[in-house]
């Protein structure tokens, strides 16, 4: 008899984020198990836990979900849970790192961007590219052939994200680190750049309008911010594939569908086997429709 299927979901945060846990249900995990404030000290219990109660057939029906508004914490959870695998006895679970949301909305960014414009021969920003979102943005991006531009208040902060990045993708070179500060700076940067993807904080404008309106190159305008005063000016959060002066749009509601689907098929794949491990890239390669 098939057993039932089993997401533990570990989250930094103390309260376990309800958002994930809905989103688990609708992907039609039969239960949830829910742990907050987990440091990499308390993890091995709970993937013991995990991988010792099922023989190994069964293991494909129970998963590990890791999230919490701390990206950087998260990660260190996936690299301490991954230690306390045993495959040599098939004794492993799939996992799944989707902290803040961080790797189903950089997907979703990315996939509305591919659905009119390829990576080769064309050039992609990303403003407030220094986040965890905005990183991801950026890897996916590179993958993709895009030459990526990563914009930041912080040449500084710019730079040793571009470095961190490029050790991820094929083609380091191809990833540039920038900082305009004034209108002409930010002009000249834009030049040639058919792409932009706004990951900044919540509530902040980094790009007006009057700018995007006279950068011509740009084709597609994606913005991630929902919060009001919004990322791009003129973009608005419904925006789906909107034409907005010419250029194509999408704000954060519009990504928002497809970060959905996306983050429920994450979840159903993680029970297509006992090994896969969802990250921003394999993320981006789940097929959703
Ligand atoms: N739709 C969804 O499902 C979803 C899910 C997750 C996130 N989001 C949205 O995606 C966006 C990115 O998320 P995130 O967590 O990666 O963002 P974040 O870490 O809060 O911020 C991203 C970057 O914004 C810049 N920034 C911060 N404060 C700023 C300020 N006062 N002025 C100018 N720039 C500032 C910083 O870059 P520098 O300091 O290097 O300039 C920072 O690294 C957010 O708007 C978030 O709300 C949407």
Redesign the pocket.
């Known amino acids: 008899m098939l057993k039932r299927s089993i997401l533990i979901q570990l989250d930094t945060d103390i309260h376990p984020s309800v958002f994930d846990r809905v989103v688990a249900v609708d992907a039609g995990v039969d239960e949830v198990f829910s742990y907050g404030g987990v440091t990499p000290e308390k993890l091995q219990p709970a993937v013991h836990g995990a991988i010792f109660t099922r023989g190994p057939a069964d293991l494909c029906r129970t998963a590990i979900f890791i999230g919490g508004n701390d990206v950087a914490k998260a990660e260190e959870l996936l690299v301490e849970a991954k230690k306390h695998m045993i495959p040599a006895f098939g004794l492993e679970v799939s996992l799944m790192l989707d902290a ?3 790797n189903t ?1 950089a997907s979703a960014a990315v996939r509305s961007v591919e659905k009119h414009i390829s990576g080769p021969g064309h050039r992609a920003m990303v403003l ?1 590219g ?5 990183q991801r943005a950026a890897l996916l991006l590179a993958q993709g052939g895009f030459e990526v531009f990563l914009a ?3 040449l500084e ?2 730079l040793a994200v571009v470095q961190a990045v490029g050790k991820m993708t094929q083609n380091p070179a191809k990833i540039h680190g920038i900082a305009p500060n004034s209108t002409a700076q930010w002009l000249e940067a834009l030049q040639g750049v058919q792409v932009v993807i706004s ?4 509530g ?1 404008c ?1 790009l007006p309008k009057a700018i995007w309106q006279a950068a011509h190159d740009i084709r597609v305008l994606v913005d ?4 009001p005063p919004l ?1 791009i000016e003129g973009v608005t959060v419904l925006d789906n594939g909107a034409d907005r002066e010419g250029r194509i749009s999408y704000g ?1 509601l519009g ?2 569908g497809l ?1 959905m689907r996306l983050h429920r098929k994450a979840i159903q794949t993680l029970f297509e086997s006992n090994k896969a491990i969802l990250d921003a890239k394999s993320i981006h390669s789940i097929g959703v429709s």
């Open positions: 803040n949301g961080c909305t407030g220094t986040g965890p979102v905005g930041s208040r912080s902060r710019s990951t900044g904080a919540a902040i980094l991630l911010n929902a919060v990322g954060a990504v928002g970060k």
